[in-house]
């Protein structure tokens, strides 16, 4: 029986190991799956940094959204380690100045004593118009937000603000590399993920029909196809 690959999956922005539980469970005979814990730091740095010291000495690394941002700058802390990647619904820029306005908003609001973790108003932006009504999907959401709570979410905002420009780092990259986008990502959209693909020598883009955002809970049967894909070389 061939030995299973030591993968680690970096969750995004409010969200826990729940985003992954999909792959986790699809991809257990072929991986060994770890999920980071990015709710504890401030910077993308000292993110990357954490889950470097609880990571297997050389693994498979896969990030989605602000965990995208997360495995760029492992690939800039400890590349040797990466064996392959893979970046879902994330990007490669900088927050751009009214992103950072608006992040310093919520932030604003949630020392307030307003946090209110994922809203059915913000639904739109996170998962495919036809899923809105997906209780199932959504009550996952909803929970993930309420575990990483107000003092993660702030701490995450903050690191994500203050995260660099990674587009000259691309062409650094040299393992095999997947880049895969929901085809209705409101919040990281296609374009960036095609950015991303020619950026990166010999990397794969896989876009995933009918998804937004989080394509690892909306359609989690073809990520786990490509993720499989990916894992085997």
Known sequence: ???????????????????WAPQVQALADVADCQVADLTRHESVKEMAASALEAAPEKFALAGLS???YVAQEIMRQAPARVTRLA???????ADMEEQ??????????????????????LLPLLIHPDRQEDEKLTSIIF???EHVGMDGFIRQQKAIMGRPDGRDDLAKIAVPTLVLCGRQDALTP????????????GSRLIVIEESG???????????????REWLRG
Request: with cysteine; glycine share 8%; proline share 7%.
């Open 213 to 227: 955002h989080l394509p690892t809970l909306e359609r989690p049967a073809e990520v786990n196809m490509a993720l």
């Open 87 to 93: 970046l879902l619904d994330t990007s490669p820029r």
């Open 190 to 201: 296609l374009e960036l993920h095609k950015e991303m693909a020619a950026g990166i020598a």
């Open 1 to 19: 029986m061939a030995e299973k690959i030591p993968l680690v999956l970096l969750p995004g922005l409010l969200c826990d190991e729940k985003l």
């Open 66 to 68: 602000m965990g995208g």
């Open 100 to 121: 950072s306005v608006r992040r310093r908003g919520l932030i604003d609001l949630a020392q307030k004593g307003r946090f209110k973790g994922v809203t059915p108003r």
């Open 143 to 145: 929970a993930m937000a």
